[in-house]
Structure formats: structure tokens, C-alpha cells
């Protein structure tokens, strides 16, 4: 059953167009995107290169260069209307309001302060508190992000630490002003993977404790997994797909997301050929009329060809853009991710 | 699908069938294209080139025959439209023919320096090791001396005349090449490609040719081309200072020199020399600009 | 597998005109060790790099990038490394390579050791056996050549005259999957990604090499491209009859084209085993941990607590005895006084671990028992 509220979402984004003009060419990065998000949810954007994903969620802070870029559609945020703002105003809701983290916490944060002044420094200037005080949350801060030897660490360079470090001083940085929605920009994506998994359940973790929205970009199914309670696909600057992690995992409504799953390189796939998903993503300069899958999909026909298929709820809160799954037409049966990952390692997973 | 035979028989051939691709060049080039101001600048560059060359067609008066009665006529004055000398020469003539020895004694030496400083650089960032750091701290004594004092350095011992300042010019301008020229080689020696072309097994000589040349001159001589706006002042300079080039000769810095009396009662006339130096240097400068800005594609 | 109607996916592989032969036979036997002499022996590799600094540029510290690390690779078996960042991995393959000397150690191939006087296998020949493919596949191609020419400077460099080497080099972008005509003459700037990566494949396979290591090379790569990429790399083996050698942080993709895999852990060695048992059973903690630590693929059992914490230590100082010992559960006193070697465990004699619960009577209270013959 779903709660028809949107008045409860903490992020609202409607019909979003993002385009660029480039020398030669305009760049249509964004093409149509609507999602709302509930506070405390994760909602993970799950796509490859080239899908908007990263577009999408620096547009939602309005953090694309202003020259060259042309933003269409509505976006809300914590109540604010983040497309009517100018400047100014945006300056007060970023940092404090949303606050986003980035994949490379190397350039994120600045080489030549202190972990502990950059954070105290935020806190000052979104908050007007006193430099001492904030210099106490940002050591609770710290603590809370699982930095071992926090007090140090506040005097510490960020050259100075590891990596999985780093991304939990940005992490501490996002977090200072408690903002109500979190950006995250394939935050894991550049680090080891034992690392990874703790940062992820830290996330997790924190989004709980403080109930944030966080809007989770990545490119990779298991993270998305671990850390979303609604996956939105992207294509071609599109959602392609948007439903609960267990819907759009378990039961794809879209023959993208059905080969994005299979064509996942799994373990027990050894000795058979992988699955691929055949030629290449659209140029976003050109995009075809109609669907912009259909030039690789198997199941495409002249009809999906013509325009662009619209959103279809295929039950309540997990919409769909293909027509022939609409109709039930075609169904994507198959094994899922789950049953076929037989575990690795003794011990308590099955 | 490419044919078999196609590919056996003649792979040349092949190749010449096969689609063109967009060299790193062929965009520069573009880009040069669509940039309208450098276009403008290097125009007016290959204009006064070609006054200066073919001097005899664009002047009328010798510049070396003056004529006491027609001193420092002022701009204007019909048969000399810019004016005269303080010795009765045409400006105009000694202008253009002046050119000839102030673009030869600023490029030349950049040319020079190009050649020497960009060897010793890339041998410099390719070998690595003692052999770098030999040439970098000679390279680095010779740079502990502003260019223009070792210039005048070289100049005063040697004795003034064209060929010693192009080549006290040449000297200084030396170690800022190697500099360049070692910085960008040690880059480009370091990335994967050039790696990878050691691991095939091929000699130094032969990555070299293929691999670092290649990559490595585009920046070295958009460096040089900016190096011969000040060449040129430098030149003029010296000669203003007597170092250089000596009278009869026509030189802009020369001129300048000798015109410098005439300032209070003929300041355009005087100041005409000077016009064309900053012209000729703010050109090479634009230019310069133009084409590292047109080189730095975004790959 | 379970599911109603399984409509399969396309799987062929638009431009692939290389036929998916049988895999090769020794893919799955490579592990059966004593049937053929390794085609490459790692001995005892070392790299220890300086760290220079201070006002005469000395010495300070050694970075133990490679420490001790000895491993064969067996002919026709497709070897994966595993790790992560600091392991050392990296280093040993350019290592293997002979793109960095080597503080100590031997690399033997085919029985000849490199570098030797008598018998020996120069560097050049050594090239000619092995190549490698980088994961950048933008920096690892010359952006001012185009690619053919690329592709065709190996072999020109060993003798092949021009044409040769250009008729060499067409046929490699053939079998690459990527048409002559279209993309001979093209730049690196003008190709995508995996396309990049044919190419770099394409020229690691110039000289006709045995042995290709691929060094994080679809790691770059988008997943779709990725498949398509390492399609081509088992079709190429089976083709050629090639070795590989495939370092990955990439668990998943390790396991699915791996016949072993050896796990390294700040510049050693801990665990070298047939992949299947290996990623089943893990007798390493380390590789228990690396392996648990993998996303899980099932929203309704994600996953509850990070199997390590903290990072991957410096390897700058590594800790005493076992490397692993500060991360480590089960860590005890031997631990630290003691290095443990890399030995197969009792009754299991194609696997090697590096950890004392492994060898009977090392001191450590969970040491397993003796097997008895």
C-alpha cells in the first residue's frame, strides 16, 4: 500500500531537462527525470558512464557551471524551491540544508587547512556559533564518523590520512550543519573494498541516526543494493526505472535494467560466455526519437521506436519507461541476482 | 567488413582506404581557424615579413642617404610621409629596412637557443639520472643572471655588431629552454604509452622518434614563439645601448637611440621606432597566445 | 537457475567476428601442477623503493612495496592477483615485466632465468614472451599516432619492416573486433573506452607474446563494456594460446576468469589456490575478510558488519612477524614473532597459505592438526 503524500517528500524533482551547450553541439545530459524522496529514505541513481546520474545530482544543488548549462523543471528541496533561488539564497541552503560528498575526497577537501578548521569554519558560518563550540562539534563529529583518535585527527592534514579516512572527514564535513538531505556521488567508488563496505554501512548508519534523505549516485549493483530503499535506473539521462531495491532487483520492469543485472560480472558465471548488452550508449548530442534503449534492445519494436515512452506505474511506487512492459507484453523472468551469487567464504551468509 | 585480400595484398593501400582520423594537428588547426583575432595578428605579421623582405619595392628613398637640409621633417611632409631623420634619412625606409636586422636579431637567437636548449632539455628529461642533473645546475648557474645583464655581459666583451648580439641573445635565452624542454620530457616520459613502447623492447633512439618528439615539441615551441616578443626588445635594447647593432645600420633600438635628442622637437618622429618595436613584440605575443590556447585541445 | 520463461539475452557480441571456440583444455586442468614445468617461476621478488627527503635528498625510509613474493604461473592457466591498494600487485607485474629492477629475486621463464649470462633469457626476449596491458587505456596509446601505428610499433621495432608491421597490425584490429577500415586510422581522443582497451589488447598481442598480464584492465570500464572486453580476452586465449596473468581489485571478475588466484597482502603473498576452492573455502583471514567484504547482491540480506576495520596499513613499516597480524582476529603472540611462511596446508597440496592456524605445530592455538599419511 502506498502512502500518497507527497507532501512528506523532502525531495521533490519534477520533469528535470539539463542541457549543455558545447562549441559544436547542444548536450542533452538530463532528459525528463521526476523522483520524490521521503526523509529518512535512500534513494540509489544507479546507472553507467554517461547516464546523467552525476548531472542530475549536482543539479539538484544547482552546482553546474551557469554559462553553458540550461536547467528545465522543478526541484524542491527541504522545502525550498532550489530553481527559483538566486545565488545568495542557495549559498545558505548548501552545506546546511543539503550537503553533498563527493567520490575523490582528496579535491573535496582543501589541502592546506585542517580537517578541524574546516569543519569548525562551516559550522561558524552557517550557524553563527562560536568558534570554540564549533570546534566541539567538530570532535563529536569525528567520533561519530568512527575516526579512531578523533582529538588528533582534528589537527590533521587531509594529505596526512588514509583514504577510507578522508572519506570520512568529508562525510564529517557534509554532516556538520545536519542537513536534511545528503548528496553522494559514488563516495566509494575509488576506494578498496574492505574499506568500501565500512563506509557504507557508516552511511547507512548515520542516515538512520539522524534520519537524512540521502540521494546515492553509483555505477556499481552490489552498492546500490547495500545501500538503497528505492533504486531509480538511468539511461540516456532518463529513469528508466524506479521502484523498491527488492522490486527492481527481484523483478526488473525494464529490459535495461535486466541486462545492466545479468551482464554484472558474477563468479559463478565461469565457463559460459558473459551476457553482453550489444553497441554502445547513445550520443547525447543526437538522441534518437523514441526510446533511447531501442537501438540495443531485443525486445524492441516499430512502436518503441516512435516516441518516448512515457512513465507506467507497474504496481504502486515502481513505474516503468517501456511500453511493451506496460502492456505485459513481455515479461523479464529470469534468475535473480541473489540466487545466483552463491557465497563466498565459511560463514554466516547462506 | 574489411576484405581479406585488400589486407594481404597491399596494407598501405589498405590504410589509405581506410576512414581518415582527426590528428591532434589537423584540431589545432581548426581551432586556429575559428580564433579570428590570432588569424588578424599573424597577418599582420606575415605583411610586415614580407614589406621587410622585399623592402626595395615598398620604399623609395635609400635609407642610408640623408640630407641636412631635410632633417626631422615632420610626419606628413609629402615624398616622406613619415618623416626624417636627424641625419635627413626617409623614417619610412629606415623602418622597413631596419626591420630586417631587428626581426633577424630576435628570432634568430630564439631559433638557436630552440635548437641547442631543446636538444640538451629532452636529452635532459629522457636519460634522467647524473646526466640530468649535470645539465639542469648548469642550466641553473647560467640562470642566476637576469638575461639582459648577461647579454650586456657578453656584448661587452665581445664587442658590439650583429652577430655577437644574436649570439649573447642565444645564451641567455638557452636556459630557459632547457628548462622547459626537460620539465615537459620527464612528463611524457613517465606515462603509460612511453612504458609500454619499453616494454615492445625498442631502443632509446627509436621511442624517442615515435613516442617523445611527438609529443613533446608542440609545447617547446609555442614556448619559443613567446620568447621572441622579448627577444626583439631585448635586441632593440641592446642596440639602444650601443651593444648591438652598429650606425650606418638601420635597427629600431639604433634608431631609437639616435633619435632621442630629437624627442623635444620631433616626439612622434622620435617615438616611431619605439611604435613599431611594441607592434612587432605584441604581435609575436598575441600569436603566441593564440596558438597555445588553440594547442591546449581537450583531449 | 531459477525463474519461469528465461528469455536469454542476446549474447554475441555485435562486433565480434572471432568464433567462440572451445576453451581451452588446460584452463580447467592448469592447476594440476607436475604436468608441465611452470612457463614462468617468480623466485623470492623484492622492491623495496626509497623515500627520499630532507636537506641532502637522502634516504629516510623504504617503502616494501614487493617483499619476498614467489609464485609460478603455469602454462595455458589464466593466474589472477588479487588486493588491495599497497599490496603490491601493481609492482610485481611491472616488475615481472622488467620495467623496474628488481632488489632481489629471479624471474625464470621457460626455465631460463632473466638476465643471466649462461643460458640466460635477455630483456629483449623477454619482451618478446610477455607483454602487458595497462588500466589506463587513454595514457597507454600515444595521442599523436594513430592507433595502427600504435599497434604496429612492436613488432617494427623487432625487425619487421614497415609494411609488415602495418599488415600485422590490421589484422590485430581484426581480431580485436574493431573493422581495419574504419578504425586504422583513427586517434585514441576519436575511440571509447572499451574500444581503447581493444586496442591496448591488440598491441600487447603484436610481438606474439606467451604471457599477457592484464593490469587492472577492464577495471576502467563501464560493466556493459566490460563484459564485452573480457569475452574477447577468453576468446583470444583460446585462440592463441596465451597465458594470463589478471591483476583485479575486482573479486567477481577475478573469479570468473581465473583458473588460480593469488591474494596478496602488503607486498606478500598469502594465499595462492584453484579459484573455485579458494573463493569457497578461504583458509587465509584475510582472504575470509576481502571476500566477505564484496556487496551483497541480495536486498533482503545486506550486509551487517564490516568483516576488517580501519585501512590498509602503510607499507612503509609494516608490522613484525605477520603482516596481517594488526587486522587480524586471531592474532597471537607466534604472530607477531614469527613470519609465516607460504606452505600448502595439510591435505591440500594445490593450495598455498601463508598464516600459522595453516601449519601444524607453529605455536598458534588454532594450528590445524597434522593430516596423517
Request: charged letters at 20%; glycine letters at 8%; aromatic letters at 6%.
Amino acid at each position: 500500500m502506498q502512502i500518497q503524500a507527497p507532501s512528506r517528500s523532502v525531495v521533490s524533482v519534477e520533469n528535470l531537462h539539463v542541457r549543455f551547450a558545447m562549441r559544436d553541439a547542444t548536450v542533452s545530459a538530463v532528459n525528463g527525470v521526476s523522483f520524490e524522496l521521503e526523509a529518512g529514505k535512500v534513494l540509489g541513481i544507479l546507472g553507467e558512464s554517461g547516464s546523467g546520474k552525476s548531472v542530475t545530482l549536482r543539479a539538484l544543488m544547482r552546482m553546474l557551471p551557469p554559462a553553458r548549462t540550461r536547467v528545465e523543471g522543478r526541484i524542491r528541496i527541504a522545502g525550498h524551491e532550489i530553481t527559483a533561488m538566486d545565488e545568495d539564497a542557495l549559498r545558505k541552503v548548501r552545506g546546511a540544508k543539503v550537503a553533498m560528498i563527493f567520490q575523490e575526497p582528496m579535491t573535496a577537501l582543501d589541502p592546506v587547512f585542517t580537517v578541524g578548521v574546516q569543519i569548525a569554519e562551516t559550522i561558524v558560518r552557517h550557524e553563527g556559533i562560536s568558534y570554540a563550540a564549533a570546534w566541539r562539534r567538530a570532535l563529536e563529529l569525528l567520533e561519530m564518523v568512527q575516526i579512531p583518535s578523533a582529538a588528533r585527527r582534528l589537527k590533521a592534514y587531509p594529505h596526512e590520512m588514509s583514504g577510507g579516512m578522508r572519506q570520512r572527514a568529508m562525510i564529517a564535513l557534509a554532516l556538520s550543519c545536519r542537513p536534511s538531505v545528503l548528496l553522494a556521488d559514488e563516495p566509494t567508488t575509488a576506494l578498496d573494498v574492505t574499506v568500501q563496505i565500512q563506509i557504507i554501512l557508516l552511511l547507512r548508519q548515520l542516515q538512520q541516526d539522524l534520519g537524512m534523505a540521502v540521494v546515492f549516485v553509483t555505477h556499481d549493483v552490489g552498492v546500490a543494493v547495500e545501500v538503497a530503499d528505492r533504486i531509480g535506473v538511468m539511461y540516456a539521462g532518463r529513469l528508466v526505472e524506479l521502484g523498491s531495491t527488492e522490486e527492481v532487483i527481484e523483478r526488473p520492469a525494464h529490459p535495461y535494467t535486466a541486462a545492466l543485472l545479468t551482464s554484472t560480472v558474477l563468479g559463478s558465471a565461469f565457463g559460459r560466455r558473459l551476457d553482453t548488452i550489444p553497441g554502445m550508449p547513445p550520443d547525447l548530442r543526437a538522441l534518437p526519437e523514441g526510446c533511447s534503449f531501442a537501438p540495443r534492445c531485443q525486445f524492441c519494436q516499430d512502436a518503441c521506436r516512435v516516441s518516448m515512452p512515457p512513465e507506467h506505474a507497474m504496481a504502486p511506487g515502481h513505474t516503468t519507461r517501456c511500453l511493451r512492459i506496460a502492456a505485459r507484453e513481455i515479461e523479464l523472468a529470469g534468475p535473480t541476482l541473489s540466487a545466483r551469487n552463491t557465497y563466498v567464504g565459511g560463514g554466516d551468509r547462506p | 567488413m574489411a576484405d581479406a585480400a585488400v589486407l594481404s595484398s597491399d596494407p598501405a593501400l589498405a590504410l589509405k582506404r581506410a576512414q581518415q582520423g582527426q590528428s591532434y594537428w589537423r584540431r589545432v588547426w581548426q581551432r586556429l581557424r575559428d580564433d579570428k583575432m590570432t588569424l588578424a595578428v599573424i597577418g599582420v605579421l606575415a605583411l610586415l615579413l614580407l614589406m621587410v623582405i622585399f623592402a626595395p619595392w615598398f620604399t623609395v628613398h635609400d635609407p642610408y642617404v640623408g640630407s641636412v637640409l631635410r632633417r626631422l621633417k615632420p610626419i606628413g611632409t609629402p615624398g616622406h610621409w613619415l618623416g626624417t631623420d636627424e641625419v635627413g634619412r626617409d623614417l619610412w625606409s629606415r623602418m622597413v629596412y631596419g626591420g630586417r636586422l631587428s626581426l633577424l636579431a630576435g628570432v634568430v637567437p630564439v631559433f638557436l637557443a630552440l635548437l641547442i636548449g631543446g636538444f640538451l632539455g629532452i636529452l635532459a628529461g629522457y636519460v634522467g639520472g647524473v646526466l640530468n642533473s649535470a645539465i639542469m645546475r648548469l642550466t641553473d648557474v647560467l640562470y642566476a643572471f637576469p638575461s639582459i645583464l648577461l647579454a650586456i655581459a657578453i656584448t661587452g666583451i665581445l664587442g658590439a655588431g650583429l652577430q655577437n648580439t644574436i649570439l649573447a641573445l642565444t645564451i641567455s635565452f638557452i636556459p630557459p629552454i632547457i628548462r622547459i624542454s626537460e620539465s615537459i620530457t620527464t612528463q611524457v616520459r613517465h606515462l603509460d604509452f612511453v612504458e609500454a613502447a619499453r616494454a615492445s623492447g625498442a631502443a632509446p633512439l627509436t621511442i624517442m622518434r615515435y613516442h617523445i618528439l611527438n609529443n613533446v615539441l608542440g609545447p617547446i615551441l609555442v614556448y619559443a614563439t613567446s620568447l621572441i616578443s622579448i627577444c626583439i626588445i631585448l635586441a632593440a635594447g641592446l642596440s639602444f645601448l650601443g651593444l648591438g647593432v652598429t650606425p650606418p645600420s638601420a635597427e629600431w633600438g639604433l634608431m631609437l637611440n639616435n633619435l632621442r635628442q630629437a624627442l623635444w622637437v620631433s616626439p612622434f618622429v622620435a617615438a616611431l621606432p619605439g611604435v613599431m618595436i611594441f607592434i612587432t613584440s605584441m604581435c609575436f605575443n598575441l600569436m603566441s597566445d593564440g596558438l597555445r590556447q588553440a594547442m591546449d585541445v581537450r583531449l | 537457475m531459477t525463474g519461469t520463461r528465461d528469455i536469454p539475452l542476446p549474447t554475441a557480441d555485435a562486433c565480434a567476428p572471432v568464433p567462440v571456440s572451445a576453451r581451452s583444455e588446460v584452463a580447467g586442468t592448469g592447476a594440476s601442477g607436475g604436468r608441465t614445468a611452470p612457463l614462468l617461476h617468480v623466485d623470492n621478488l623484492t622492491k623495496h623503493f626509497p623515500l627520499k627527503g630532507g636537506l641532502l635528498n637522502r634516504t629516510q625510509a623504504l617503502v616494501q612495496a614487493v617483499d619476498g613474493v614467489s609464485f609460478n604461473v603455469l602454462t595455458g592457466e589464466t593466474l589472477g592477483i588479487v588486493g588491495e591498494s599497497g599490496c603490491g600487485k601493481s609492482t610485481t607485474a611491472r616488475l615481472m615485466m622488467h620495467l623496474i629492477r628488481p632488489d632481489g629475486g629471479t624471474i625464470a621463464f621457460d626455465g631460463r632465468k632473466v638476465g643471466a649470462i649462461e643460458h640466460g633469457l635477455s630483456h629483449r626476449d623477454l619482451h618478446r614472451q610477455m607483454q602487458m596491458v595497462f588500466q589506463d587505456s587513454y595514457s597507454s596509446l600515444n595521442p599523436r599516432l594513430p592507433v595502427v601505428m600504435s599497434i604496429a610499433f612492436g613488432p617494427f621495432v623487432h625487425g619487421l619492416g614497415r609494411s609488415a608491421a602495418l599488415k600485422r597490425a590490421m589484422e590485430l584490429l581484426q581480431a580485436v573486433g574493431l573493422d581495419p577500415l574504419l578504425f586504422a586510422n583513427r586517434y585514441p581522443h576519436e575511440l571509447s573506452g572499451g574500444q581503447r582497451q581493444r586496442v591496448n589488447i591488440a598491441r600487447a598481442l603484436a610481438l606474439s607474446p606467451r604471457i599477457v598480464i592484464l593490469d587492472e584492465a577492464v577495471s576502467a570500464l563501464d560493466k556493459s563494456v566490460e563484459a564485452q572486453v573480457l569475452n574477447l580476452l577468453v576468446d583470444l586465449k583460446a585462440q592463441l594460446d596465451l597465458t594470463y596473468v589478471f591483476i583485479s581489485h575486482d573479486l567477481n571478475v577475478v573469479r570468473y576468469i581465473s583458473d588460480r588466484v593469488m591474494v596478496m597482502y602488503l607486498g606478500k603473498v598469502v594465499e595462492i589456490g584453484p579459484v573455485d576452492r579458494l573463493y569457497r573455502d578461504p583458509r587465509h583471514p584475510y582472504t575470509r575478510a576481502l571476500l566477505s567484504a564484496m556487496p551483497s547482491m541480495n536486498p533482503r540480506r545486506r550486509t551487517v558488519e564490516a568483516p576488517l576495520s580501519g585501512d590498509p596499513p602503510n607499507p612503509i613499516r609494516p608490522p613484525s612477524g605477520c603482516r596481517f597480524r594488526t587486522r587480524c582476529p586471531f592474532a597471537e603472540q607466534v604472530c607477531e614473532a614469527v613470519a609465516p611462511l607460504l606452505l600448502a596446508p595439510p591435505g591440500d597440496a594445490l593450495r598455498a597459505v601463508a598464516c600459522h592456524m595453516s601449519v601444524p605445530k607453529s605455536g598458534h592455538s588454532r594450528a590445524v592438526a597434522a593430516v596423517s599419511a
